[in-house]
T-cell receptor, first 115, second 113 residues
Framework: DTEVTQTPKHLVMGMTNKKSLKCEQH?????MYWYKQKAKKPPELMFVYSYEKLSINESVPSRFSPECPNSSLLNLHLHALQPEDSALYLC??????????????FGDGTRLSIL | QKEVEQNSGPLSVPEGAIASLNCTYS??????FFWYRQYSGKSPELIMFIYSNGDKEDGRFTAQLNKASQYVSLLIRDSQPSDSATYLC?????????????FGSGTRLLVRP
């Protein structure tokens, strides 16, 4: 078990559905991240929030919409996804902002399947 | 393009041996370096980080950093079958005024009983 909690653990959705992934941490970390990981590939950065402000968007399609309601919570809203979006979605957090030197700690991930 | 390179393996070692995993990176300005272990179907788990040249030891793990050669390594002593996993090297790089973690493609380690 990790100190970054992601829900749900598994999600199956159709291409027309709207769903949300949730991430929570209570370590007082001020930077939070969304990554996408396909099988046998390293994690790919999607979004970064630093002090609750979006600081990096890696040109992610608009069908993925992040939200940071407070310093402990991070959401990823999903709408009209494509089959190629099926992957493991990982949330991570680190101390301070996105300054160098802070290790990122990952949650267990949400395994997403798009039908 | 800022890159992190790892041999994909698999690296196969017998139980009890030392496993040596290597990583090179392209950005000379990088200041912090991380090793993650990832079991199949699970999320990455941080096992070591290093900021300064030299060695850093934690239990059976030693991280080594050589900034002049842009080289990071991870040694696992007394390897156990439970160490069999993919090891991801990650480097913090400054891009567009923000730091990002760039991952290597990972090295698969197999420890034979």
């Amino acid at each position: 078990d990790t100190e970054v909690t992601q829900t749900p653990k598994h999600l199956v959705m159709g291409m027309t559905n709207k769903k949300s992934l949730k991430c929570e941490q209570h370590m007082g970390h001020r930077a939070m991240y969304w990554y996408k990981q396909k099988a046998k590939k390293p994690p790919e950065l999607m979004f970064v929030y630093s002090y609750e402000k979006l600081s990096i968007n890696e040109s992610v399609p608009s069908r993925f919409s992040p939200e940071c309601p407070n310093s402990s919570l991070l959401n990823l809203h999903l709408h009209a996804l494509q089959p190629e979006d099926s992957a493991l979605y990982l949330c991570a957090s680190s101390q301070g902002g996105t300054g160098a030197g802070q290790p990122q700690h990952f949650g267990d991930g949400t395994r997403l399947s798009i039908l | 393009q800022k890159e992190v390179e790892q041999n994909s393996g698999p690296l196969s070692v017998p139980e009890g041996a030392i496993a040596s995993l290597n990583c090179t990176y392209s950005d000379r300005g990088s200041q912090s370096f991380f090793w993650y272990r990832q079991y199949s179907g699970k999320s990455p788990e941080l096992i070591m980080f290093i900021y300064s040249n030299g060695d850093k030891e934690d239990g059976r793990f030693t991280a080594q950093l050589n900034k002049a050669s842009q080289y990071v390594s991870l040694l696992i002593r007394d390897s156990q079958p439970s160490d069999s996993a993919t090891y991801l090297c990650a480097v913090n790089v400054l891009m567009d005024s923000s730091y990002k973690l760039i991952f290597g493609s990972g090295t698969r380690l197999l420890v034979r009983p």
